[in-house]
């Protein structure tokens, strides 16, 4: 089992700033990438970036140029900072990974392990 944390969440202006950590735990050995997602109220959740451990990122075209995802292994976190926010980037961030072998990508039906959520708020 694995269990993922995340934090950092708060209220910013547009063209903010925040970082958001995802502390892993347990088994985490098995995890091949680690995704982040976002869920705003009455919408699906999306996916916004996908780490590989010790490996490759990638983003969704929404957040590209403004969100960068980084990891420290060591003490098992990863991190998505986030720059140049904007209202539309308003809601409930989420880490997930899935088991190992499981499918990496932006959809959410892949991961099996999820974080409670931290609140993005962008507004002025």
């Known amino acids: 089992q694995v269990q993922l944390v995340e934090s950092g969440g708060d209220s910013v202006q547009p063209g903010g700033s925040l970082r958001l950590s995802c502390a892993a735990s347990g088994y985490t050995v098995s995890l091949d990438c680690v995704g982040w997602f976002r869920q705003a109220p009455g919408t699906e959740r999306e996916g916004v970036a996908l780490a590989y451990l010790r490996g490759a990122t990638y983003y969704d075209a929404s957040v590209k140029g403004r969100f960068t995802v980084s990891q420290d292994t060591a003490k098992n976190m990863v991190y998505l900072q986030m720059n140049s926010l904007k209202p539309e980037d308003t809601g409930t961030y989420y880490c997930?990974?899935?088991?190992?072998?499981?499918?990496?990508?932006?959809?959410?039906?892949?991961?099996?392990?999820w974080g409670q959520g931290t609140q993005v708020t962008v507004s002025s």
């Open positions: 997930a990974a899935p088991r190992s072998g499981g499918l990496c990508g932006f959809r959410a039906g892949g991961y099996d392990y």
